[in-house]
């Protein structure tokens, strides 16, 4: 079992920063993969960033390469987020997730088997 837990939302206006945090426990953050969901009010939950076991990162689209990254601390069993230059449309919830490690799809909620509870992003004028 992993078990995640998210931290660092706030509420910040459009063209501010934010830098989220995961902390795992029950796996080592490079023996298993890892992701960052945003999930919009009333909208389905969408893929933005993994990171895979072995520090490999992908991101949604070339707007969220340009803006967030990804990244991790092994000593701290931790991933995290910075969010630059945020939009309104970043506002939501953001999910940590994890998985064993497996080659493939990864943008689908489906494909990941633990998740977090999220901390909530605002960014509003």
């Known amino acids: 079992q992993v078990q995640l ?11 501010g920063s934010l830098r989220l945090s995961c902390a795992a426990s029950g796996r ?3 023996r298993i993969d890892m992701a960052w969901f945003h ?10 960033a993994r990171m895979n076991w072995s520090g490999s990162t992908a991101y949604s689209g070339e707007d969220v390469k340009g803006r967030f ?24 919830v953001y999910y940590c997730a994890a998985r064993q490690p ?19 992003v605002t960014v509003s004028a």
Do not use: C, H
């Open 5 to 15: 837990v998210e931290s660092g939302g706030g509420s910040v206006q459009p063209g």
């Open 28 to 30: 080592a953050v490079n």
């Open 39 to 48: 999930q919009a009010p009333g909208k389905e939950r969408e893929f933005v």
């Open 69 to 92: 990254t990804a990244s991790r601390d092994t000593a701290k069993n931790s991933i995290f987020l910075q969010m630059n230059s945020l939009k309104p449309e970043d506002t939501g």
């Open 102 to 120: 497996k080659v493939g799809y990864f943008t689908n909620p489906a494909e990941w088997s633990y998740w977090g509870k999220g901390t909530q």
